[in-house]
T-cell receptor
Framework: AQSVTQLGSHVSVSEGALVLLRCNYSSSVPPYLFWYVQYPNQGLQLLLKYTSAATLVKGINGFEAEFKKSETSFHLTKPSAHMSDAAEYFC?????????????FGQGTELSVKP | EAGVAQSPRYKIIEKRQSVAFWCNPI?????LYWYQQILGQGPKLLIQ????????DSQLPKDRFSAERLKGVDSTLKIQPAKLEDSAVYLC??????????????FGQGTRLTVV
């Protein structure tokens, strides 16, 4: 079975500081990995995804994530936080071979950005 | 391109009542998903359709929840009778294909259900 663990339900950074949101996964097969962002009262928007190509994935709004198989991690980073980055972030895993496009989400990390 | 449309946006019902949610996916998207997002948790898949057939409904509480996707386009999710623990946001998503390698799942804004 697949699962995702996001370390830290709340992360607070200052504007301009590095953003680091942690995600560890469990999967018996090479997974697809995703980061989604959710703004208040909105649906989820895809930030980036890893599908077995380059291990460093660049996404929208300056975010990137690195797939590290040895650490079973897919942490999300952004060099410089902006006030508009304040939102809930979800890491998700998908097994394309047995579960179609089913996404298994972590608990989410709420990012706050202080001026 | 129009996104995934859901209605209503908000619904308040009493326990033991019934409720229905509607979803119109992006045109041409064969795969449709219903997720349940309880406050403070990540979304959980309830049911996945491929055209008008069910691919995965293993986490759908079938004694009270039902869903259909007639003609492979719009979908309706129903709860009857509702329980307090059904209070959540119900998210509909759609994608071109079953695998997300070359496609993306697009999410609607969700329906926030409160059961009192």
């Amino acid at each position: 079975a697949q699962s995702v663990t996001q370390l830290g339900s709340h992360v607070s950074v200052s504007e301009g500081a590095l953003v680091l949101l942690r995600c560890n996964y469990s999967s018996s097969v090479p997974p697809y990995l995703f980061w989604y962002v959710q703004y208040p009262n909105q649906g989820l928007q895809l930030l980036l995804k890893y599908t077995s190509a380059a291990t460093l994935v660049k996404g929208i709004n300056g975010f990137e994530a690195e797939f590290k198989k040895s650490e079973t991690s897919f942490h999300l980073t952004k060099p410089s936080a902006h006030m508009s980055d304040a939102a809930e972030y979800f890491c998700a895993v998908s097994d394309p071979y047995n579960q179609g496009g089913k996404l298994i989400f972590g608990q989410g990390t709420e990012l706050s950005v202080k001026p | 391109e129009a996104g995934v449309a859901q209605s209503p946006r908000y619904k308040i019902i009493e326990k033991r009542q019934s409720v229905a949610f509607w979803c119109n996916p992006i045109s041409g998207h064969a795969t449709l998903y219903w997720y349940q997002q309880i406050l403070g948790q990540g979304p959980k898949l309830l049911i996945q359709f491929q055209n008008n057939g069910v691919v995965d409904d293993s986490q759908l509480p079938k004694d009270r929840f039902s869903a259909e996707r007639l003609k492979g386009v719009d979908s309706t999710l129903k709860i009857q009778p509702a329980k307090l623990e059904d209070s959540a946001v119900y998210l509909c998503a759609s994608s071109l294909g079953q695998t997300l390698m070359n496609t993306e799942a697009f999410f609607g804004q969700g329906t926030r259900l409160t059961v009192v």
